[in-house]
């Protein structure tokens, strides 16, 4: 008896055979047959892989801007505070800073510096300021005082609309003069400075000297007015405790200086006891967009790993539902020579098809939400290409593990109780 030639069944057929093309056919029949129930069963994955893509995306492009925003005026800005204690002070006083009355000089001293000087709050809440003089000061305007030092001044950058800046002569002569914000000119009424106006702090006269209209550093000054720092002494007592209210140093740095600067500070102010400074150091970008890239990706990734998991239960139950709805066909398919990796292997490639589809969508999706947002916002989009070109290959995965189950369900139907249950 001739032996069986390979490739040969024991009745003399082919062996059943699909080829990829034939299964890649019926995976697309299978999803096109029922549209509505494929998009459905999509949404999941393409929300996933859509969230997923845009979270990466904007968080990259939002990462940038943070590049953008820390300017040199941040990069440039080392700052002073004062812890002062209440030794020596007398009982319901604030007690002397920490400050010497030098300190603007000291600081300058320092390689790198090119402005600094001392400022505080002064102590009361809003001062009644007005430009007519009262007994008690108890109308006029609420405004925010300040007391100042020529160096902190120089310091701020003021942009002058009229007038003068302060200058040492004020500082030591303990001269009665202000500096008024547009804010609080335009709120007094004070129009022109030619006739050497004169305004009235809880009661109290000062020449105005200047107006300004912006500020580098100390934004909270553009709606207040400054007096020196040695008149407020006198007028007001010692600056109050507490970081709104203890006086501070404000020192502008050449750039790249300010990491050494903020080294050697508090100690050139007060070698004696330098602990009494706490001295703050420009933030470091880097680390400031690493710390918010992190924190934005991990949330955001996550909600995406979710949709991503309903996306794959969706996946499998349709696939599983589409198992049981085709189970004639399945025995059928087996009668006529299907094998059950076959079987297994169009259902398999059926709910891969939805999952790559909808990596596709997504990814189309996330693509354009990282554009539109970019655009609305004036930014630079900044895709990665290594997050974005995988991302469909993801939905593929989803897919492919989601139909796992209903596959083999399928290729263990007994082919006699599918025919019989049609």
């Not at 001044?153 to 800046?165: N, R, W, Y």
């Not at 000062?206 to 008149?231: A, C, E, H, K, N």
């Not at 059928?332 to 939805?354: D, K, N």
């Amino acid at each position: 008896m001739a032996g069986k030639s390979p490739g040969r069944s024991a009745i003399g057929d082919p062996p059943s055979r699909l080829s990829l093309r034939d299964l890649v056919e019926e995976a697309l029949a299978g999803v096109l047959q029922r549209p509505g129930r494929s998009v459905l069963t999509m949404l999941g994955t393409v929300l996933g892989i859509g969230a997923f893509v845009a979270v990466l995306g904007l968080t990259a492009t939002a990462s940038g801007q943070i590049g953008r925003q820390f300017d040199l005026t941040k990069a440039t800005t080392v700052t002073v505070a004062d812890n002062p204690t209440d030794d020596g002070a007398p009982p319901g006083t604030n007690p002397p800073m920490s400050f010497p009355e030098d300190a603007d000089a000291r600081a300058r001293q320092i390689n790198g510096v090119t402005a600094a000087g001392v400022w505080w709050r002064v102590p009361g809440g809003e001062h009644r300021i007005s430009t007519s003089p009262t007994a008690d000061g108890s109308t006029g305007q609420g405004l925010s005082l300040f007391a100042a030092t020529p160096g902190a001044v120089a310091a701020m950058q003021p942009t002058l609309a009229a007038g003068v800046t302060l200058d040492p002569y004020a500082q030591q002569a303990r001269l009665p003069v202000v500096l008024l914000s547009r804010t609080a000119a335009s709120r007094l009424g004070v129009n022109r400075l030619d006739a050497q106006p004169a305004i009235f702090i809880d009661g109290l006269p000062y020449t105005v000297i200047g107006v300004y209209s912006d500020v580098q550093r100390l934004p909270d000054t553009l709606l207040g007015v400054i007096i020196p720092g040695t008149t407020a002494l006198d007028r007001f007592g010692n600056p109050g405790k507490g970081e709104d209210l203890g006086a501070h140093l404000v020192a502008a740095t050449r750039v790249g200086a300010a990491p050494v600067v903020a080294r050697q500070l508090a100690v050139a102010l007060r070698p004696d006891a330098a602990s009494r400074l706490t001295v703050t150091p420009p933030p470091d970008p880097h680390s400031l967009q690493d710390h918010i890239t992190s924190d934005l990706t991990g949330l955001f990734l996550a909600l995406a790993a979710i949709c991503l998991v309903v996306g794959a239960v969706g996946i499998a139950n349709t696939t599983l539902v589409a198992v049981l709805e085709r189970t004639q066909e399945i025995g059928l398919r087996r009668s006529l020579g299907a094998r059950t990796h076959h079987i297994a292997a169009q259902f398999l490639t059926e709910s891969t098809a939805l999952g790559t589809l909808g990596g596709l969508i997504g990814t189309s999706l996330g693509v354009l939400v990282v554009l539109a947002v970019a655009a609305a916002r004036s930014w630079t989009a900044v895709l990665q290409p290594l997050a974005t070109l995988p991302a469909p290959l993801i939905g593929t995965v989803v897919g492919l593990l989601a139909g796992l189950y209903p596959a083999l369900r399928a290729a263990r139907t007994d082919p006699l109780k599918a025919l019989r249950s049609g």
